[in-house]
Antibody
Framework: QLQLQESGPGLVKPSETLSLTCTVSGGSISSSSYYWGWIRQPPGKGLEWIGSIYYSGSTYYNPSLKSRVTISVDTSKNQFSLKLSSVTAADTAVYYC???????????????????WGQGTLVTVSS | QSVLTQPPSVSGAPGQRVTISCTGSSSNIGAGYDVHWYQQLPGTAPKLLIYGNSNRPSGVPDRFSGSKSGTSASLAITGLQAEDEADYYCQSYDSSLSGSVFGGGTQLTVL
């Protein structure tokens, strides 16, 4: 079955750029039915959607993070990546990648959900 | 402050029924966008529990059910079991933000 795995440094210094990669196995990232998303969860807090990408490279981001976020895709490696610039302690969180299923009925966009999720990786911002 | 509002905690005894509410607004749930629910067991990644307001993925027990009305949605769990102790999150799409939004999460305690 489809599996996702996050990878990247667990410690990033303030003002630097956080970089993570999500490797997809058991299926193709080039499927036309899905987007691929990043979600984060600060310690002891709730979930926050960061942004999403289609295999063609089309992206959309959370407005609150848009100025600092870049998501890219490498279909040859079945991977997509997250870069978050100018990080502060507030960016310390478990970062998850997930497949995003978009749902339509007739010509109406019903919304989307995330399934499955990677196991998550903790990124700490500290000097 | 989350766009979708959930109670911070709920509790119930084994065998009982509990519900978790998720309140949104006219730009998300009230606009007709679907609501989805996730279960997060301690120390693990969230797992899809309900999609499209009331649909259960394969493998999710029918003790879990979802509904939506107006600007709110609810997750109901019947026949509570100790293994249901977890955090539960609702999620929808918001047209004002042009993206996905989550509730703040509800911690379920099985007494």
């Amino acid at each position: 079955q489809l599996q996702l795995q996050e990878s990247g440094p667990g410690l990033v210094k303030p003002s630097e750029t956080l970089s993570l990669t999500c490797t997809v196995s058991g299926g193709s990232i080039s499927s036309s039915s899905y987007y691929w998303g990043w979600i984060r969860q600060p310690p002891g807090k709730g979930l926050e959607w960061i942004g999403s990408i289609y295999y063609s490279g089309s992206t959309y981001y959370n407005p609150s993070l848009k100025s600092r976020v870049t998501i890219s895709v490498d279909t040859s490696k079945n991977q997509f990546s997250l870069k978050l610039s100018s990080v502060t302690a507030a960016d310390t969180a478990v970062y998850y990648c997930a497949r995003q299923v978009l749902s339509y009925s007739s010509s109406w966009y019903d919304g989307d959900w995330f399934d499955p999720w990677g196991q998550g990786t903790l990124v700490t911002v500290s000097s | 402050q989350s766009v979708l509002t959930q109670p911070p905690s709920v509790s119930g005894a084994p065998g009982q029924r509990v519900t978790i509410s998720c309140t949104g607004s006219s730009s998300n749930i009230g606009a007709g966008y679907d609501v989805h629910w996730y279960q997060q067991l301690p120390g693990t990644a969230p797992k899809l529990l309900i999609y499209g307001n009331s649909n259960r993925p394969s493998g999710v027990p029918d003790r879990f059910s979802g509904s939506k009305s107006g600007t709110s949605a609810s997750l109901a769990i019947t026949g509570l079991q100790a293994e249901d102790e977890a955090d539960y999150y609702c999620q929808s799409y918001d047209s004002s933000l042009s993206g996905s939004v989550f509730g703040g999460g509800t911690q379920l305690t099985v007494l």
